[in-house]
């Protein structure tokens, strides 16, 4: 979204828009909201999503959920699509009342997707010398090579896609 986008959808800045829909949200109504949020920074975790990524307190979504690539550390297509999953368990468990709707939003469940990519990831660590290198690149080249890498990096884009 551009800037000129941006100001029209959020008129009055991104604060205010988060304000007024923490009024209008449902399943909101009484529930204390801190007057400070705290901030925090660290590495970005590029092992596949952490496996508790939420709960009735919180959820994590993007680099803090672990959504990156593990082979690039690439984070935007995984933070949409984590980011989409979340707005979807988020609604569904203020609407209904029902904190424990959260426990559908799994990190666990979506570990498994990462295996052909953290595989990856560790063979590519392995590779120390020009030659090692030569080798995996000609291998790459091959058709086994290229449907392998086709598969692990864009057989379901750089993200799984959460089951709904």
């Known amino acids: ?34 007057e400070a949020v705290e901030r925090r920074g660290g590495p970005i975790p590029v092992g596949g ?11 994590l979504v993007g680099d ?4 990156v690539s593990p082979l690039t550390a690439g984070g935007l297509d995984p933070c949409l699509r984590l980011s989409e999953f979340a707005a979807e368990v988020l609604d569904h468990a ?34 120390r010398t020009p030659t090692v290198a030569q080798a995996a690149f000609t291998l790459l080249r091959t058709p086994i090579g290229r449907a392998a890498a086709g598969r692990v990096l864009f057989g379901d884009k750089s993200f799984p896609t959460p089951a709904r």
């Open 94 to 127: 203020l609407r209904t009342r029902r904190p424990d709707a959260l426990s559908a939003y799994d990190g666990a469940a979506l570990r498994a997707a990462f295996r052909g990519r953290l595989t990856l990831r560790r063979a590519l660590a392995q590779v």
């Open 1 to 34: 979204m551009g800037v000129a986008g941006y100001a029209e959808r959020f008129p009055g800045g991104l604060r205010q828009a988060l304000q007024r829909f923490s009024a209008s949200a449902p399943g909101l109504a009484g529930v204390d909201r801190p």
């Open 49 to 59: 999503v952490l496996r508790r990524i939420g709960c009735a307190d919180g959820i």
């Open 64 to 67: 803090a959920a672990g959504a």
